[in-house]
Nanobody, 113 residues
Framework: QVQLVESGGGLVQPGGSLRLSCAAS????????MSWYRQAPGKERELVAT???????KYADSMKGRFTISRDNAKNTVYLQMNSLKPEDTAVYYC???????WGQGTQVTVSS
């Protein structure tokens, strides 16, 4: 059974940083693409970043230079380092395993002073 469990969200001031983690289980993690999405209140879910099995990276334009996706295959974990956070980054952040169509439960990130 494929499972994804996010952690690391919280309340942070504008300009601050957070690192999200997503622990994966139930599949051979090293072989698959992983992604982070987010959904702000009243908006559609949008792609934040993707990392391929080989380490290739893709970012949404608004996150380039501020967010970094990475993976630790030994820990079956994908990370999202978020720097220079803005109020408009406030959203629920979801981990996704596209090949399996599986989502995590989401973790809330709130950027506010």
């Amino acid at each position: 059974q494929v499972q994804l469990v996010e952690s690391g969200g919280g309340l942070v001031q504008p300009g601050g940083s957070l690192r999200l983690s997503c622990a994966a289980s139930g599949f051979t993690f090293i072989n698959y693409v992983m992604s982070w999405y987010r959904q702000a209140p009243g908006k559609e879910r949008e792609l934040v970043a993707t990392i391929t099995a080989g380490g290739g990276l893709k970012y949404a334009d608004s996150m380039k230079g501020r967010f970094t996706i990475s993976r630790d295959n030994a820990k079956n974990t994908v990370y999202l380092q978020m720097n220079s956070l803005k109020p408009e980054d406030t959203a629920v952040y979801y981990c996704n395993a596209p090949w399996f169509g599986v989502w995590g439960q989401g973790t809330q990130v709130t950027v506010s002073s």
